[in-house]
């Protein structure tokens, strides 16, 4: 696969460079010493926002499940075929960000619900969370080719209307260097009470009908469909807080975030698709956000409030 290293790259979102000075940018903490410990793991989450486990699932059915991708997204005329498939190097000029129909409609559902679902992934939020854990049936592929990545935002603002207490659950589908566009988290940014207050108690479909039935986010000032900023660097000195990644993600590996966990990833400066798979997983016994009770979201459902 492409690499690169962090001291030969110019890290950017949305095509504006990222601050990596000390006081901005750093590395996740690993909390794999703390598997062992149900009561350090919920303590260390709620502290960080996140656990990143490296290494945590089996690389074996991950790798599996990339295999199975790549032949589909070949036999759509994705992959440049000068290269293996399992390189998943894009054709020139290919434009992808997400591939949902790949990851609930087709033959790569069940190799990518089998490590989703795998005793090892449940267990562990089980004991997270304290009690019988569910995942969401819908899986989000992302297939982010060259120079895309991903805003700054909060999940809460896609999935508010079920429990709170929801986790993500991001796996890279290969390893991800930092030139090809992982993932990273705004560091303690799920206790700021301002967001908290402001974006986050905002939902992606609700309009104003006082305001021409706009979307209540973009009256309120923020841009795009959920995002926080386009501009991740401000909101790195807005927020007062640092950007978190790791220097290279690794097929195994496992991030877990809270809903309020500000993320984004970085943009993809190579020819090679950055693959990855999410879901969110709470516990079972708590309301579920309707949209999204099937492999597929429900048709945005929207609902008026006056601004």
Known sequence: MLAGTFN???????AREIDTSPD???WLCDSTSLLEDDI???????????????????????????QVICEILADDGKLDPMFDRNQAIAIPGSDMRLRMDISNQ?????????????????????RLLGGPAKHYKCMWLRTMTKKNGAAPHCDIVFFGRGTRQLYTAWIPLGDIPLNLGGLFLFEGSHKNEHL?????????????????????????GYPGTGTLSMDTAKL??????????????????????????????FDNMTPEIR?????????????????YLGNMPLPRTMKDTIC
Do not use: W
Not at 106 to 126: C, H, K, P, V
Not at 207 to 212: A, G, L, P, S, Y
Not at 280 to 290: C, G, I, K, M, S
């Open 24 to 26: 901005y940018f750093g």
């Open 106 to 126: 087709t033959g790569a559902q069940a190799f990518l619900d089998r490590i989703l679902s795998s005793d090892r992934i449940m267990n562990f939020y089980e």
């Open 8 to 14: 030969q790259i110019k890290l950017t979102c949305n």
């Open 275 to 291: 693959l990855s798979v999410d879901s969110r997983f709470q516990l079972e016994r708590e309301p579920v956000d309707e949209r």
């Open 236 to 265: 790195q000195q807005d927020l007062n807080c640092r950007l978190l990644t790791a220097p290279e993600y690794k097929i195994g590996d496992l991030l877990t975030f809270t809903a309020y966990t500000v993320h984004g990833s």
């Open 40 to 66: 350090a793991l919920r303590e260390r989450m709620e502290h960080d926002g996140y656990l990143y486990l490296p290494g945590f699932l089996d690389s074996s059915d991950i790798q599996i499940a990339r």
């Open 196 to 220: 908290r207050s402001t974006y986050c108690a905002m939902d992606i479909d609700v309009v104003c009908t006082n305001k021409e039935n706009k979307p209540q986010m973009n009256v309120a």
